[in-house]
Every structure is written in C-alpha cells, then in structure tokens.
C-alpha cells in the first residue's frame, strides 16, 4: 500500500519559516518525480516545487520553483528516510494555502501518481 504523509503545517506569522514533510512508504522514490502543490479556498491547485531527475541521467537531480516561490522555498529529499521536503522561508499571506505532497512515476513508474492528504499553512499578522 503506498502512503504519503505530510507534516509540518501549521500558523507561522508573516516573514517566518515552516518546513514541511511528505514520509512516503510502498514506492520506491528513485522512480519518482517528487513534488509540492497548494491550493488556495478558491482557487486552483498549483505546483509549486519539484525535484526530480534529468532526461539524460537518472543520477542528477534538479529541482523547479514557482515564480511565486523562488528564492523562499527549497524542496529536497532523503531517500534513506523516504521522506521528501520543503523548507518554506520568507511566508507571505499569499502562502496560505493546503500543501499536498505528489509522487509522479517516471521511468519503470511511468503512468503512476500518488497523493498525500494535506498540510495546512496559514499565514498571518
């Protein structure tokens, strides 16, 4: 059974930190895009970080920001802890949001999407 676990969420103050968690069991996560989304009340769920590897080798890693993210927010990962995760700097108001962690399967994987159920992160004065 494959399982993803978020943590980490929780009411931080204007220009505070969070770092959020994603523990992932049942998959193996070399074969795996790992990714954050949000979504806003209202709004459509975004991608906000990935982490995943080249087209040209299955070894390198790189990770892709939202605009909106770039420069606060650092996603990584721990395969020997299975655990993905996103350090949140800098929080807006606008950061408000449910955080869901996502596994998309690449390679052997291919075809593949996992969910987690949320965090929540709620910004404020």
């Known amino acids: 059974q494959v399982q993803l676990v978020e943590s980490g969420g929780g009411l931080v103050q204007i220009g505070g930190s969070l770092r959020l968690s994603c523990v992932v069991s049942?998959?193996?996560?070399?074969?795996?895009?790992m990714r954050w989304y949000r979504q806003a009340p209202g709004k459509e769920r975004e991608l906000v970080a990935s982490?995943?590897?080249?087209?040209?080798?299955?070894?390198?890693?790189?990770?892709n920001y939202a605009d909106s993210v770039k420069g606060r927010f650092t996603i990584s990962r721990d395969s020997a802890k299975n655990t993905v995760y996103l350090r949140m700097n800098s929080l807006k108001e606008d950061d408000t949001a449910a955080y869901f962690c996502?596994?998309?399967?690449?390679?052997?994987?291919?075809?593949?999407?996992?969910w987690g159920q949320g965090t929540q992160v709620t910004v404020s004065s």
């Open positions: 049942g998959i193996n996560l070399n074969f795996y895009a």
């Open positions: 982490h995943t590897t080249t087209p040209y080798s299955s070894v390198v890693w790189m990770t």
């Open positions: 996502n596994a998309h399967g690449m390679r052997a994987a291919a075809g593949r999407d996992y």
